[in-house]
């Protein structure tokens, strides 16, 4: 193709400048540009691991900065409103470290949510201790408390909404403003909702974290992870650990990644309204002590969930209580037939896992029963299946592992 058919193409390409759209038009057209060489509307996977530097190309190593990643950062800031900038990496607890030893000078301390996904909790514990940075760990849904567990050295606050496996929630916007009147940076992990529902930037936090492994990709085939930032200073610093380090994504990771960020807004909304019929069908069994899911009536935080989430969605994750203690929550996981006894979350497939064995079984028994996490506690990633499906499955399988115990 001659040079000036190539640049009809950029032309039609989709407008650069998408901030205007809405959500769904900016999953599908954000960071999309349309191949200028071959016209392709989906761009290659560019496994070039460098570039010419005689055609003034805009890469030169693929460690430093790679098409496909771009495009997939470019996609994320769009989605992740109120984000300048994005970074990916090769998975969500890169990311996690990636801010922490970006951002942080030894002898600070973090404030976490003291229900942090195992993974956060274990890097704060045992290895940003070794970076001299110390973490407290505090139940942040009372935002009053954090004013009583602040010192001169608390430089971060993490915030996990909602948490994991309980799924209680944090005030964004009343912790954030604590926060900035001492001078410390917010971090969200918003991995759980996603930016479709909940924007926490908008919220007052400073950086958004995701593991993309979950409902960004979607498809429980990628290790990815992303964080937002709304500020260039914090962008700059992780950027640039990031290519020290050499915490990068492949291509293939990206391109399948973003892929996966085009159908969030559809995957999304069906996750949750099939797990608000789960939801409600779990509540209304006998069998079942106690629901815990955002999207409900019976949430404790049920206004919190109606001011932070889109439309006050409950997202895609449910836990319960079912009567008859860890042998029934095992004999529930054994008897589902659509929901798969697995760990991890946000595919298209519904899963269901116990806590307690599972996903918690490193945190100190004292500590998850504190926390909530108790024997008969299951956790659900309901899937987009069809609802009337995956209703029949958790009641069948309630029945079975209730059967004789009432
Ligand atoms: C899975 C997960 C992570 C870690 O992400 P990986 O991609 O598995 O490294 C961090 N935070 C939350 C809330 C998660 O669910």
Redesign the pocket.
Known sequence: MTRSDSISIIQNSPPQNTTHLEFASLAIHAGSPHDPVTGAVIEPISLSTTFSQRNHSQYEYSRSANPNRDNFEAATTALEAGARYSVAFA????S?SMIVQALLAPGSRILASNDV?G??FRYFSNVAKAHGVTVSFENLRDPELIRDNWNDNTKMVWI?SPS?PTLSLVDIAAISEIAHQRGAIVVA?N??LSPYLSNPILLGADIV?H????YINGHSDV???VASFAHTRHFEKVKFLQNAIGAVPSPFDCFLAHRGLKTLHLRMKACCDNALAVAEALESHPAVTKVLYPGLASHPQRNLAQKQHRKGLGGGMVSFRIHGGYDAAQKFCRSTKLFTLAE??GGIESLCEIPWSMTHAAIDETMRIEFGVTENLVRLSVGCEDAEDLVKDVIQAVEKATMGGM
């Open positions: 998975s969500g607890s890169a996690t996904y993974g956060t996990e994991n992990d991995t759980f974290s593991s993309v492994t979950k290790i990815m992870g991890s979350l």
